[in-house]
């Protein structure tokens, strides 16, 4: 089982693990990958995974068989775990939590050798909609405060398993990150009684000097105060909370930005590691002791995706103080980014 630890220092969790004893040469930085012989996201192996829980595939064809276009499974080696309560428990200043969530994994595609860069508009919207499937299935569950859908592309990004899959997690537990951007969504919606990612995407419109694209549906744009080169964030024009909201049209338009912008990376950056994050509303169920939570987050928040190339390392001044030195301005990256090409290429 893994834990939630408190850090009373900096208000935030950490998740550790203990499932086994794992040596200091496994932590070796230079240690040699694993080479994996039978990659079991491929159709045929699906018994090698736990059964689905979602899967995109034509009607009559029976669950975990092949013939599938997305597929989601829990994860085999989970960091969290469904079953269980909670059990907070506290030792002085300390606090922790028994490590209670969701964790899934989405297979993108059945072909092997594809990047999610590579699919078509109709697989890309598969994707969504499994992110969509799923986010309404386990935000039933109450012990879950935030569901968390992220993309680790290429082994520097964190993903070793070739095999184009991004990840879901549900968390007991509101990652600080989101608490303060929901914070700060709805201090800004009881001051001016406007949602602060529309007047965002208002300001930076007019001023088009960090826009990479504008479809009429999706901006996408390199953020005022990015943190790295080429952070991009992928924001709907239409105003709403929460992605899982969101129609087959609407995650069709999402699916068409997400790919432009992944394919303008590709071919500028050589296919380059990236993650991306989808930042939504938390379920909405009541919060005792906050009796004032989500009662304006229709009208304050705004979801959105942020995708972030790893192109350089995080040292030892942004681990110490939170700033991030980047490189390169985000109106040098917009411009390079415009200027590069969004169609398939590879
Ligand atoms: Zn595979
Ligand atoms: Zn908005
Ligand atoms: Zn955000």
């Known amino acids: 089982m893994s834990e939630f630890r408190r850090d009373p220092l900096k208000d935030t969790w950490v998740i550790t693990k203990n499932f086994r004893i794992r040596q200091p040469r496994e932590f070796f930085v230079d240690r040699e990958q694993v080479t994996i012989t039978c990659c079991p996201f491929c159709p045929g192996q699906e018994a090698k995974t736990p059964p689905e829980v979602f899967a995109v595939r034509p009607k009559g064809m029976d669950a975990n068989g092949p013939n599938w276009q997305v597929r989601v499974v829990p994860n085999k080696f989970p960091i969290l775990r469904i079953e269980g309560e909670l059990n907070p428990q506290h030792d002085g200043l300390h ?35 499994a992110y969509r499937a799923r986010l309404l299935d386990l935000r039933q569950d109450k012990r879950f405060r935030y569901l968390q859908i992220f993309k680790n592309h290429g082994v520097e990004a964190g993903a070793p398993l ?9 968390l007991p537990i509101t990652p600080p990150l989101l608490r303060n951007e929901l914070n700060a969504c709805r201090e800004h919606f009881l001051r001016e009684q406007r949602c602060l990612i529309c007047d965002l995407i208002a300001q930076e419109m007019a001023d088009g000097r960090r826009v990479v694209l504008n479809d009429g549906q ?32 609407q995650l069709a338009a999402c699916a068409s930005a997400l ?23 938390p379920p909405e169920w009541p919060r005792p002791g906050h009796p004032d939570f989500w009662t304006t987050l229709a009208q304050d928040y705004h979801w959105h995706i942020v995708l972030v190339p790893r192109l350089n ?16 301005p985000p109106e040098d990256a917009a411009r390079f980014l415009r200027d590069a090409n969004p169609t398939l290429n590879f």
């Open 218 to 249: 999706f901006l996408v744009v390199a953020p005022y105060a990015s943190c790295f080169p080429f952070e991009l964030w992928i924001l709907p024009l239409l105003h709403n909370h929460d992605f899982a909201q969101q129609s087959d049209q």
């Open 162 to 170: 070739p095999h184009s899959h991004s990840q879901i997690m549900a």
């Open 95 to 129: 606090s922790c939590l028994q490590g209670i969530g969701a964790h899934e994994v989405i297979i993108e595609t059945p072909d092997h050798h594809s990047s999610l860069a590579q699919l078509n508009l109709g697989e890309t919207t598969a994707v969504m909609q």
């Open 259 to 281: 790919q432009d912008a992944l394919r303008r990376l590709y071919n500028l950056l050589e296919d380059p590691p990236y993650n991306f994050i989808l930042h939504t509303a």
């Open 313 to 328: 390392h995080i040292a030892g001044f942004e681990w110490g103080s939170g700033f991030f030195i980047n490189p390169q």
